[in-house]
């Protein structure tokens, strides 16, 4: 998809993804009223104008590069629908770059925490437990609970990472890095 023909699709990423963000922010929550009409509406315009291989295929880029971490308790769900509805809009190329951005924002964000919050020890026996499943991968373990229990503590601000607020970053990344070239 040429950088002319994704105005539109960017700006309603754009408009969706901040949303997201405040209520990321704001509740730890990333809404299916915001992400399903995502998907559906990003699907329905490039079935309408054509492109929906490119839709779908971007759509399911979105939600198979986070499936895994919400499926090992390290992501919300909502997470996971809101890279899908950012890929039926976007297609995979530009998804992929949201995706890239987003992963370094919230990288950075995460290191923060550790190094900021004292939390590095804690942070090494997570990462155990994360390999640990990662070697179990062929059951599911609980990850909704996992996510409930860490978004519900008193210090969630210094635990969890909003990736909601990270997709924003990723997407106003790739806008700036297009209005660049």
């Known amino acids: 998809m040429a950088p002319s023909a994704l105005s539109a699709p960017l700006a309603i990423v ?12 704001w509740k730890f929550r990333v809404y299916n009223v915001l992400t399903f009409p ?5 699907l329905a315009y490039h079935g309408w104008f054509g492109g929906i291989g490119n839709s779908l295929m971007g759509a399911l880029t979105g939600f198979a590069a986070l499936i895994v971490l919400h499926m090992l ?3 919300g ?15 995979v190329e530009y998804t992929l770059y949201v995706l890239l951005a987003s992963s370094l924002a919230a990288g950075v964000y995460a290191s ?5 919050g004292g939390r590095l020890a804690e942070t090494v026996v997570n990462l155990r437990i994360l390999i640990h499943r990662l070697a179990t991968i062929g059951r599911y373990l609980g990850s ?15 635990r969890v990472i909003p990736f909601g607020m990270m997709v924003a970053i990723g997407v106003v990344a790739t806008l700036l890095c297009m209005w660049n070239h």
């Open 112 to 116: 923060a925490l550790v190094l900021f």
């Open 77 to 91: 769900a909502g997470d996971v629908k809101l890279m899908a509805g950012v890929g039926s809009w976007l297609g």
């Open 73 to 75: 308790g390290g992501m």
């Open 38 to 42: 995502l998907l559906c509406t990003g």
């Open 144 to 158: 909704d609970d996992r996510m409930e229990v860490e978004v519900n503590r008193a210090d969630r601000r210094r």
């Open 14 to 25: 754009l408009v969706a993804s901040l949303i997201a963000a405040a209520t990321d922010i």
